[in-house]
């Protein structure tokens, strides 16, 4: 995230991207295209390819070796990639550290979102998962600081701020070597009592045996699952699939990363002075993190559906005010007057807001929750492999975008959040306060996942016995 403001001081655009530089501050360009540059979005977009690519890597990684392997994997990586950005003479030196970093992204993806949903209770575990989210939107804000506080050293302020990204990564590794493994992991690799001693420990209680049980007939069924990737495209697991894949790709496609990534060139675009761009991205990426603050405190209580739901509308609504008002007050030559600049950072700071406390913790806690053991390392996989497409792709093409769509770059992202709501109403169960090991009932009584999914012999536990045995626990 330190890239987003990177991009727009004029000593990093000088050294790696003179055509931007000169582009920028020739005062002749069309506003809208100032920065439309593919070399440029590459130094943006080369990250989350390398993340897509590593993340598969990840998943074996996580199932044969644990969950705090993928973590001290992404760390060591991210760690490299700051010290070759930081140390860069070239582009291509510099795009080789995104590379690294982008691998780092990877493994953490993998790795992070599995190891909280299993080490927390159930009645715990939204909250708890969207300490990654909350993390995340730390670093944002933390970027964005560093980026604001940086810009006046010249010319090497952009080295610092880059360079920076060693401490969180620093912390993941250690943090990754310190932590003890998750009990699922350990179970599943033939470590049952040491899985029991971390349960009991995690728990503080000996009273574990229901937990522990339900852990080890998923850990049997998940050793018997040879490949988890064909499996994963069985009938019965084509719901969590469908989650697998559009979770991850509508929280990119409600252009939040648009809105982050480019935040201080979007608002550079869009008359702002260069201090004043990045002072309006340190306010979102406050709002960010706040807003993720809510979304803990509520999610365990009002559930997921509800905060998605409420979110995308919110979303939908401030898209389409922000692209009302660029259409109207907002040319390609002409600058907006103050007035409308500050509703303009409200408006964004107000869809920030709802992204922060419902699609961007939750797209990453609903398909970490709903797998079954035995393809709980490929689904996470796919969902991270996803999440990075998409924003592969959006980070690649948004400048090219906002030159040629304008201000119906906003009325773009509004669309597909009014897809993505929809969706969640009719096709998303509630999950808040269902043990892992048990959701795949949630699918069997949905109207429509039941039609999808094969009928279950009573014999292996998922037929009416099943029913009863969820029942019986008060779920």
């Known amino acids: 995230m330190f890239a987003g403001g990177v991009t727009s001081m004029d000593p990093?655009?000088?050294?790696?991207?003179?055509?931007?530089?000169?582009?920028?501050?020739?005062?002749?360009?069309?506003?809208?295209?100032?920065?439309?540059?593919?070399?440029?979005?590459?130094?943006?977009?080369?990250?989350?390819?390398a993340g897509l690519v590593s993340s598969l890597v990840a998943s074996p990684v996580t199932r044969n070796y644990g969950r705090r392997a993928s973590i001290v994997c992404g760390g060591i990586s991210f760690l490299i990639g700051a010290i070759l950005n930081v140390a860069a003479v070239n582009l291509e030196m510099l795009i080789l550290g995104r590379i690294m970093l982008g691998v780092g992204i990877g493994?953490?993806?993998?790795?992070?979102?599995?190891y909280l949903s299993e080490m927390a209770p159930a009645h715990l575990r939204g909250g708890l998962n969207m300490m990654f989210q909350l993390a995340t939107t730390l670093g944002i804000f933390t970027a964005n600081m560093v980026n604001y506080g940086t810009q006046n050293l010249k010319p090497w302020g952009w080295r610092l701020s880059l360079g920076l990204a060693a401490a969180p990564a620093l912390l993941m590794t250690v943090?990754?070597?310190?932590?003890?493994?998750?009990?699922?992991?350990?179970?599943?690799r033939g470590r049952a009592e040491e899985g029991r001693r971390i349960l009991e420990r995690i728990r503080g209680t000996a009273d574990v045996d229901a937990e522990f049980m339900d852990m080890s007939e998923a850990s049997e069924l998940a050793n018997t699952i040879k490949n988890p990737f064909r499996n994963i495209l069985e009938p019965r697991n084509r719901p969590q699939l469908v989650m697998a894949v559009c979770m991850p790709a509508f929280q990119i496609l409600t252009g939040i990363n648009s809105i982050l990534f480019y935040a201080p060139v979007l608002f550079q675009t869009m008359g702002f002075g260069a201090s004043a761009s990045l002072y309006s991205s340190v306010i979102t990426g406050a709002v960010l993190f706040l807003s993720t603050l809510i979304s803990i405190a509520t999610v365990d209580r009002l559930g997921r559906r509800k905060l998605l739901i409420s979110g995308g509308i919110q979303m939908i609504v401030c898209q389409v005010i922000v692209?009302?008002?660029?259409g109207v007050k907002f040319g390609t030559d002409k600058q907006l007057s103050r007035s409308y600049s500050i509703v303009v950072v409200v408006v964004i700071c107000l869809f920030v807001m709802a992204f922060g406390w419902s699609w961007g913790p939750l797209g990453w806690t609903v398909p970490s929750e709903i797998f079954p053991l035995e393809t709980r390392s490929a689904g996470q996989s796919i969902t991270v492999a996803v999440n990075l497409f998409f924003t592969?792709?959006?980070?690649?093409?948004?400048?090219s975008m906002l030159c040629a769509f304008k201000f119906g770059i906003f009325l773009f992202f509004a669309a597909w959040i009014t897809v993505m709501t929809v969706f969640v109403y009719v096709f998303l169960p509630e999950t808040k306060g269902?043990?892992?090991?048990e959701m795949v009932l949630l699918w069997r009584k949905h109207w429509f996942w039941k039609k999808v999914m094969p009928d279950m012999p009573l014999e292996d536990g998922w037929g009416e016995g099943g029913g009863e045995r969820a029942d019986n626990k008060g779920h």
């Open 12 to 49: 990093f655009l000088e050294k790696f991207f003179p055509v931007v530089f000169r582009r920028k501050n020739s005062g002749h360009q069309n506003n809208y295209c100032k920065y439309d540059n593919q070399g440029l979005s590459a130094f943006t977009s080369s990250l989350y390819l």
């Open 107 to 114: 493994f953490g993806n993998q790795g992070v979102p599995l």
């Open 175 to 188: 943090g990754g070597l310190l932590l003890p493994e998750t009990p699922n992991s350990l179970i599943e």
């Open 323 to 326: 692209a009302v008002i660029l």
């Open 392 to 399: 592969f792709v959006i980070a690649q093409a948004f400048l």
């Open 434 to 437: 269902v043990p892992i090991e």
